[in-house]
C-alpha cells in the first residue's frame, strides 16, 4: 500500500540527491541572425509588448531590442496574467528567433517516397509555394473532392488564430478542419466542470490562489509545467492555505505541499467520491451556498426526470419543496427550499437533488475509496474533514485531461465537492471574464469525419468535432470516405498523435501533405510542401482577450523585429494561398473570417477586415477589431494590453449572474443535477461516465497493473519543457536535468528486476505491442505499480540539433475515445518493461 507522504518525510526520499543540470558542450552563446537588415532593426534601442507564446499561458511580456536585435524579454508589470513575471521557457524567446534550426525558407518535394526524411527538399519561393499549394486544392475541387482536404491545427493555432483557419476551411468548403488541443488536451476536463459551471476551459475557471485557505491538487502540477498564471498566483501565496497534492509520482508541486497523496493512477474520481461522502455525512456542507447558488434543492421523479415548470429568459425552471409554504414552486419563488427528504406531488414521490446526491454517495465511503486507489481510509477522512471544515476551500481546477475513461467524471465531481463548501463562484473557483461563453461549442458539419467517426465509436459529443482520432481510419481505410490533402498548422502529429507509429504511415500514403510551422519538427519530415512561419516575436498580430487570468480585457503583439528569416505570418500565408486560388476565394475569405470573429454584421465587418489588411497587413485586421470594441489601437500597440475590468469587478459581477440564475447552464445555476449529462441519458441510456448528479466509473486499467510485470504508464510536463515544441530551444535543452528526460521506475521494483539508475531499458505497450527505449531513474519517488515519464521528448528529425534523449510516449498509446468527449484517453495505458 502507498502511504502519504509529509512535507517533512519528502527529505529523507531518495532519489533525487546529488542531481544538477548538465553543462551544455559547446558552452552555450546567444544565436544571433547572419546580419542586420531592415530599417526597424536599426533602431537604436526600443521596449516592444508582446504574448510570450513559449506555452499557451499567453503571458504579458516586454521585449527589449538593441541595434536591431532582441537581447532580453521580461514579463510586462501591467499584465494580469502573469503578474510582470516570466519563466525560463518566456526567457528562452529570444533563442527561438535566432535558432538556426529554423525553416528559413519555403520548401517543395518532388517526391513522396522521401517522406519520413529530411531529404529531397529543394528552397522555392513564395510564389512557388503557393502556386503548388493552390495547385492541388483546385485540382480536388475540380474532382468533387474538396471534402478529402482536412486541417489539424496545434495549440499555436487554436489559441490564438482558429478563427483564420476555420475560415480558410469554409471558404475551400472542407468540413475537416479541427483544432487538436480540443481531444488531446482540454476538452473531457472543460466539459466535466461545463456540466456543473457552463464554463470549464483554462480561460474560464481561476482558483481563487489570493483566498483559498486549503487546496487539494489532482492531475495537476502547476509548479513544473504549464501556466505561469497558476504557480505564481499559488506560490506567492504558498503557505497561506493548506497544500495537499494527489498524484502517483512526487512532482514539482507535491515538493511543495504539506501531503502528498501517491494514489493509484485513473482513481482520483474514488478518492473524490470518498470526499463527497465524509462532507455530507459529517455535515460539513454549506447548506445556504446549496439554496442560493445550485439547484440541489431541485425535485426528481422516482424515475429519474426533472420537475421541471417552462422555460424564461432562456432558462429551464424547475421546482423545489418550499418548506416554509408547504408546497411545490419555482426555485425563485422559494423562501425556505429543501434540501433533503421525500414528498408526494400528484400521488407520486419526488426527492431533492442534495438528497438523491446524499444516498448516492452513501456507499462511496473511505474505506470503499482504499480499495481502489490505495489511499487510507484514514487519510480520506481526515481530508474531508479538514477540507469540509476550512473556508474557503476547493478542489483545482485542472488544465490537461483527456487522460482516462473517467475524466469528464472526475472533474465533474470535483466541481460538485467545491459547490458543496460554498467553493464556486465566490470563493475557491472563479469564473474569469476571458471566453466566458457556454460550453460545449456549436456542432461542427454532419460530413465531418471527426464527427461520423465520433458517433460510430459512441462518443456523446461527437456531433462538437474533437475526435481528429478519426482521421487515421480515413487515410488507412477510407471510413467514413477518403481523404488526401493534410495541412498541418503547427502541429507535430508525428510524435504526439495517438499511436504515433501508425501516423507516420498514413501520411505517407497522403497525396499531399503541407506543414506550416517554424522548425523541422518530425511532422514535417513527412510534409511535401513546407511553408516557414514566423515566431512570435517577429509578428504584429490581431486582437484577442486576455485569457487566464481574472480579468476581462484585450491584448496582443508588437513585432519586436522584423523576420530574421524569408518566413511569414499565418495570416499572409492562408491569403496567399487563397489569391491563387482567384478572387471570389479571396474575398469569401474576409466574410468567412467576418463570421468566425463574431461579427454581427459579417458583410459589413469583411469589407474592413479587407481593405485594413490590404493596406497594413495583419496590423490593419487589429485596428478594426479594436475600433469595433472602442479601443486605443496606439494604446494596444505602446502597452500591449487594454484592461476593461479587475478581478473584484469580475467577482461581483459572477456573483450577482449567479445569484439571479443567470450562469451559463441550462437553469442558469450551479447544476447538482446537470441537464447535459441528463440528456445524453436520455438519448442512449443509462451510463456512469454520464450520470446526471455524479458516479463511479472506472477507467480502463484499473486492476491491470501488478507492480512486477506490468505497470501504469503515466506522463506530466517538466518546468523547461512545453509539450514537444521547446525540445529543440538550446538554453532549456541545456537547463532540463537528465532525470527529468528518465523514466521514473521505483526503486524497489528496479531492484527486483535487476534495472540501475542509466540502464536502458524498453517499455512494451501491452495494447499495440510496440516498444520504445528509456534510461531508467529508480527512485521511491513513484508508486511500485507505476512508470512516469516526461511526454516532451523523442524527436527523431535529423534536422533538429539541439534535442537529447527522451520517451516518445505517444508510440506507445492507442488510438481510443472517451466515451463522453471523445479525449484521447492518453494514459490508458499498461507496459511491460525490459532489460534492453
Same mark, same amino acid.
Given at each position: 500500500?502507498?502511504?502519504?507522504?509529509?512535507?517533512?518525510?519528502?527529505?529523507?526520499?531518495?532519489?533525487?540527491?546529488?542531481?544538477?543540470?548538465?553543462?551544455?558542450?559547446?558552452?552555450?552563446?546567444?544565436?544571433?541572425?547572419?546580419?542586420?537588415?531592415?530599417?526597424?532593426?536599426?533602431?537604436?534601442?526600443?521596449?516592444?509588448?508582446?504574448?510570450?507564446?513559449?506555452?499557451?499561458?499567453?503571458?504579458?511580456?516586454?521585449?527589449?531590442?538593441?541595434?536591431?536585435?532582441?537581447?532580453?524579454?521580461?514579463?510586462?508589470?501591467?499584465?494580469?496574467?502573469?503578474?510582470?513575471?516570466?519563466?525560463?521557457?518566456?526567457?528562452?524567446?529570444?533563442?527561438?528567433?535566432?535558432?538556426?534550426?529554423?525553416?528559413?525558407?519555403?520548401?517543395?518535394?518532388?517526391?513522396?517516397?522521401?517522406?519520413?526524411?529530411?531529404?529531397?527538399?529543394?528552397?522555392?519561393?513564395?510564389?512557388?509555394?503557393?502556386?503548388?499549394?493552390?495547385?492541388?486544392?483546385?485540382?480536388?475541387?475540380?474532382?468533387?473532392?474538396?471534402?478529402?482536404?482536412?486541417?489539424?491545427?496545434?495549440?499555436?493555432?487554436?489559441?490564438?488564430?482558429?478563427?483564420?483557419?476555420?475560415?480558410?476551411?469554409?471558404?475551400?468548403?472542407?468540413?475537416?478542419?479541427?483544432?487538436?488541443?480540443?481531444?488531446?488536451?482540454?476538452?473531457?476536463?472543460?466539459?466535466?466542470?461545463?456540466?456543473?459551471?457552463?464554463?470549464?476551459?483554462?480561460?474560464?475557471?481561476?482558483?481563487?490562489?489570493?483566498?483559498?485557505?486549503?487546496?487539494?491538487?489532482?492531475?495537476?502540477?502547476?509548479?513544473?509545467?504549464?501556466?505561469?498564471?497558476?504557480?505564481?498566483?499559488?506560490?506567492?501565496?504558498?503557505?497561506?492555505?493548506?497544500?495537499?497534492?494527489?498524484?502517483?509520482?512526487?512532482?514539482?508541486?507535491?515538493?511543495?505541499?504539506?501531503?502528498?497523496?501517491?494514489?493509484?493512477?485513473?482513481?482520483?474520481?474514488?478518492?473524490?467520491?470518498?470526499?463527497?461522502?465524509?462532507?455530507?455525512?459529517?455535515?460539513?456542507?454549506?447548506?445556504?451556498?446549496?439554496?442560493?447558488?445550485?439547484?440541489?434543492?431541485?425535485?426528481?421523479?422516482?424515475?429519474?426526470?426533472?420537475?421541471?415548470? *417552462?422555460? #424564461?429568459? &432562456? !432558462? @429551464?425552471?424547475?421546482?423545489?419543496? /418550499?418548506?416554509?409554504?408547504?408546497? %411545490?414552486?419555482?426555485?425563485?419563488?422559494?423562501?425556505?427550499?429543501?434540501?433533503?427528504?421525500?414528498?408526494?406531488?400528484?400521488?407520486?414521490?419526488?426527492?431533492?437533488?442534495?438528497?438523491?446526491?446524499?444516498?448516492?454517495?452513501?456507499?462511496?465511503?473511505?474505506?470503499?475509496?482504499?480499495?481502489?486507489?490505495?489511499?487510507?481510509?484514514?487519510?480520506?477522512?481526515?481530508? *474531508?474533514? #479538514?477540507? &469540509? !471544515? @476550512?473556508?474557503?476551500?476547493?478542489? /483545482?481546477?485542472?488544465?490537461?485531461? %483527456?487522460?482516462?475513461?473517467?475524466?469528464?467524471?472526475?472533474?465533474?465531481?470535483?466541481?460538485?465537492?467545491?459547490?458543496?463548501?460554498?467553493?464556486?463562484?465566490?470563493?475557491?473557483?472563479?469564473?474569469?471574464?476571458?471566453?466566458?461563453?457556454?460550453?460545449?461549442?456549436?456542432?461542427?458539419?454532419?460530413?465531418?469525419?471527426?464527427?461520423?467517426?465520433?458517433?460510430?465509436? *459512441?462518443?456523446?459529443?461527437?456531433?462538437?468535432?474533437?475526435?481528429?482520432?478519426?482521421?487515421?481510419?480515413?487515410?488507412?481505410?477510407?471510413?467514413?470516405?477518403?481523404?488526401?490533402?493534410?495541412?498541418?498548422?503547427?502541429?507535430?502529429?508525428?510524435?504526439?498523435?495517438?499511436?504515433?507509429?501508425?501516423?507516420?504511415?498514413?501520411?505517407?500514403?497522403?497525396?499531399?501533405?503541407?506543414?506550416?510551422?517554424?522548425?523541422?519538427?518530425?511532422?514535417?519530415?513527412?510534409?511535401?510542401?513546407?511553408?516557414?512561419?514566423?515566431?512570435?516575436?517577429?509578428?504584429?498580430?490581431?486582437?484577442?482577450?486576455?485569457?487566464?487570468?481574472?480579468?476581462?480585457?484585450?491584448?496582443?503583439?508588437?513585432?519586436?523585429?522584423?523576420?530574421?528569416?524569408?518566413?511569414?505570418?499565418?495570416?499572409?500565408?492562408?491569403?496567399?494561398?487563397?489569391?491563387?486560388?482567384?478572387?471570389?476565394?479571396?474575398?469569401?475569405?474576409?466574410?468567412?473570417?467576418?463570421?468566425?470573429?463574431?461579427?454581427?454584421?459579417?458583410?459589413?465587418?469583411?469589407?474592413?477586415?479587407?481593405?485594413?489588411?490590404?493596406?497594413?497587413?495583419?496590423?490593419?485586421?487589429?485596428?478594426?477589431?479594436?475600433?469595433?470594441?472602442?479601443?486605443?489601437?496606439?494604446?494596444?500597440?505602446?502597452?500591449?494590453?487594454?484592461?476593461?475590468?479587475?478581478?473584484?469587478?469580475?467577482?461581483?459581477?459572477?456573483?450577482?449572474?449567479?445569484?439571479?440564475?443567470?450562469?451559463?447552464?441550462?437553469?442558469?445555476?450551479?447544476?447538482?443535477?446537470?441537464?447535459?449529462?441528463?440528456?445524453?441519458?436520455?438519448?442512449?441510456?443509462?451510463?456512469?461516465?454520464?450520470?446526471?448528479?455524479?458516479?463511479?466509473?472506472?477507467?480502463?486499467?484499473?486492476?491491470?497493473?501488478?507492480?512486477?510485470?506490468?505497470?501504469?504508464?503515466?506522463?506530466?510536463?517538466?518546468?523547461?519543457?512545453?509539450?514537444?515544441?521547446?525540445?529543440?530551444?538550446?538554453?532549456?535543452?541545456?537547463?532540463?536535468?537528465?532525470?527529468?528526460?528518465?523514466?521514473?521506475?521505483?526503486?524497489?521494483?528496479?531492484?527486483?528486476?535487476?534495472?540501475?539508475?542509466?540502464?536502458?531499458?524498453?517499455?512494451?505497450?501491452?495494447?499495440?505491442?510496440?516498444?520504445?527505449?528509456?534510461?531508467?531513474?529508480?527512485?521511491?519517488?513513484?508508486?511500485?505499480?507505476?512508470?512516469?515519464?516526461?511526454?516532451?521528448?523523442?524527436?527523431?528529425?535529423?534536422?533538429?540539433?539541439?534535442?537529447?534523449?527522451?520517451?516518445?510516449?505517444?508510440?506507445?498509446?492507442?488510438?481510443?475515445?472517451?466515451?463522453?468527449?471523445?479525449?484521447?484517453?492518453?494514459?490508458?495505458?499498461?507496459?511491460?518493461?525490459?532489460?534492453?
Amino acid at each position: 500500500m502507498n502511504t502519504p507522504l509529509s512535507r517533512r518525510d519528502f527529505i529523507k526520499a531518495a532519489g533525487l540527491a546529488g542531481l544538477t543540470v548538465a553543462a551544455s558542450s559547446p558552452t552555450l552563446r546567444l544565436l544571433r541572425p547572419s546580419q542586420p537588415q531592415t530599417e526597424l532593426q536599426a533602431e537604436q534601442e526600443k521596449i516592444v509588448p508582446n504574448i510570450c507564446m513559449m506555452c499557451p499561458a499567453a503571458c504579458q511580456i516586454l521585449v527589449r531590442v538593441k541595434d536591431g536585435k532582441i537581447v532580453k524579454i521580461e514579463g510586462n508589470p501591467k499584465g494580469p496574467t502573469n503578474l510582470g513575471k516570466i519563466c525560463a521557457r518566456g526567457q528562452a524567446g529570444l533563442f527561438r528567433v535566432y535558432n538556426p534550426d529554423r525553416l528559413k525558407k519555403p520548401l517543395l518535394r518532388d517526391n513522396p517516397a522521401q517522406r519520413g526524411t529530411f531529404q529531397g527538399f529543394r528552397e522555392a519561393s513564395w510564389d512557388q509555394a503557393f502556386e503548388a499549394v493552390a495547385s492541388q486544392v483546385k485540382k480536388l475541387i475540380s474532382e468533387g473532392r474538396v471534402k478529402e482536404i482536412f486541417m489539424l491545427g496545434g495549440w499555436p493555432t487554436c489559441l490564438y488564430l482558429e478563427p483564420y483557419m476555420k475560415a480558410f476551411a469554409d471558404t475551400i468548403g472542407t468540413p475537416n478542419a479541427i483544432g487538436i488541443p480540443g481531444g488531446a488536451c482540454f476538452f473531457p476536463k472543460a466539459f466535466g466542470w461545463s456540466t456543473a459551471l457552463g464554463v470549464g476551459a483554462h480561460s474560464q475557471i481561476l482558483t481563487d490562489y489570493e483566498n483559498v485557505k486549503y487546496l487539494i491538487v489532482i492531475r495537476r502540477n502547476f509548479f513544473g509545467s504549464l501556466s505561469v498564471v497558476h504557480g505564481t498566483r499559488a506560490g506567492r501565496k504558498l503557505g497561506n492555505y493548506k497544500l495537499v497534492v494527489v498524484d502517483p509520482r512526487f512532482s514539482e508541486t507535491a515538493a511543495k505541499a504539506d501531503v502528498w497523496i501517491p494514489i493509484k493512477p485513473g482513481t482520483d474520481l474514488a478518492f473524490l467520491l470518498a470526499l463527497i461522502h465524509v462532507v455530507i455525512k459529517e455535515g460539513l456542507y454549506d447548506a445556504e451556498f446549496l439554496r442560493k447558488f445550485t439547484n440541489a434543492p431541485m425535485l426528481v421523479a422516482e424515475d429519474g426526470s426533472p420537475l421541471t415548470a *417552462g422555460t #424564461e429568459g &432562456g !432558462k @429551464t425552471k424547475y421546482l423545489v419543496w /418550499d418548506l416554509a409554504q408547504g408546497k %411545490p414552486v419555482k426555485h425563485e419563488e422559494a423562501i425556505l427550499p429543501a434540501l433533503e427528504g421525500e414528498y408526494n406531488l400528484d400521488g407520486k414521490k419526488v426527492k431533492p437533488v442534495f438528497q438523491l446526491l446524499k444516498e448516492k454517495v452513501e456507499a462511496y465511503t473511505p474505506e470503499w475509496a482504499e480499495s481502489i486507489t490505495g489511499v487510507p481510509a484514514a487519510t480520506i477522512r481526515s481530508i *474531508g474533514i #479538514e477540507f &469540509g !471544515k @476550512t473556508r474557503p476551500a476547493a478542489v /483545482d481546477t485542472g488544465w490537461h485531461d %483527456p487522460k482516462y475513461k473517467n475524466s469528464v467524471m472526475t472533474w465533474r465531481a470535483a466541481a460538485i465537492l467545491n459547490a458543496l463548501v460554498g467553493g464556486l463562484v465566490k470563493d475557491g473557483i472563479l469564473i474569469t471574464g476571458a471566453g466566458s461563453i457556454a460550453a460545449p461549442p456549436p456542432d461542427v458539419s454532419e460530413e465531418s469525419v471527426m464527427r461520423i467517426w465520433g458517433t460510430k465509436q *459512441g462518443v456523446a459529443m461527437a456531433s462538437k468535432g474533437f475526435t481528429f482520432q478519426g482521421f487515421l481510419d480515413a487515410i488507412l481505410n477510407g471510413d467514413p470516405y477518403k481523404v488526401s490533402m493534410l495541412f498541418m498548422f503547427s502541429t507535430n502529429i508525428a510524435l504526439t498523435g495517438p499511436d504515433a507509429t501508425k501516423w507516420r504511415e498514413a501520411m505517407k500514403k497522403l497525396e499531399k501533405v503541407v506543414a506550416i510551422d517554424i522548425y523541422p519538427v518530425d511532422a514535417v519530415l513527412y510534409a511535401d510542401i513546407v511553408l516557414p512561419e514566423s515566431t512570435f516575436l517577429e509578428r504584429d498580430d490581431p486582437l484577442y482577450a486576455i485569457a487566464y487570468a481574472p480579468a476581462l480585457g484585450f491584448q496582443t503583439r508588437v513585432a519586436a523585429v522584423q523576420p530574421v528569416y524569408d518566413t511569414k505570418h499565418l495570416v499572409d500565408i492562408i491569403v496567399g494561398i487563397l489569391r491563387k486560388l482567384g478572387d471570389d476565394y479571396y474575398t469569401k475569405f474576409w466574410v468567412n473570417l467576418a463570421k468566425a470573429l463574431g461579427a454581427a454584421d459579417p458583410n459589413a465587418m469583411a469589407a474592413k477586415l479587407k481593405d485594413a489588411y490590404e493596406k497594413n497587413g495583419v496590423r490593419g485586421i487589429r485596428a478594426v477589431q479594436a475600433s469595433a470594441r472602442n479601443l486605443d489601437p496606439a494604446k494596444l500597440e505602446s502597452e500591449g494590453l487594454i484592461v476593461l475590468k479587475d478581478s473584484s469587478t469580475l467577482r461581483k459581477e459572477m456573483i450577482n449572474k449567479a445569484l439571479a440564475g443567470q450562469l451559463l447552464t441550462p437553469t442558469g445555476r450551479i447544476e447538482i443535477f446537470s441537464f447535459a449529462l441528463n440528456n445524453i441519458k436520455a438519448k442512449k441510456g443509462y451510463q456512469p461516465y454520464w450520470d446526471p448528479i455524479v458516479a463511479w466509473a472506472e477507467p480502463e486499467v484499473l486492476g491491470k497493473a501488478d507492480g512486477r510485470q506490468t505497470f501504469y504508464l503515466t506522463y506530466g510536463r517538466v518546468p523547461t519543457m512545453t509539450h514537444t515544441s521547446t525540445a529543440d530551444e538550446p538554453l532549456l535543452s541545456v537547463l532540463t536535468p537528465d532525470y527529468k528526460r528518465m523514466a521514473w521506475i521505483n526503486r524497489k521494483v528496479a531492484e527486483s528486476l535487476g534495472i540501475k539508475k542509466g540502464d536502458k531499458i524498453k517499455l512494451v505497450s501491452i495494447a499495440n505491442g510496440v516498444s520504445v527505449e528509456a534510461v531508467a531513474f529508480p527512485t521511491d519517488l513513484v508508486r511500485e505499480d507505476t512508470i512516469w515519464v516526461s511526454s516532451d521528448f523523442g524527436h527523431t528529425s535529423e534536422a533538429l540539433h539541439y534535442t537529447k534523449f527522451g520517451v516518445p510516449y505517444h508510440f506507445l498509446t492507442s488510438v481510443k475515445a472517451d466515451p463522453v468527449a471523445g479525449g484521447v484517453m492518453s494514459q490508458e495505458v499498461i507496459v511491460k518493461v525490459e532489460k534492453a
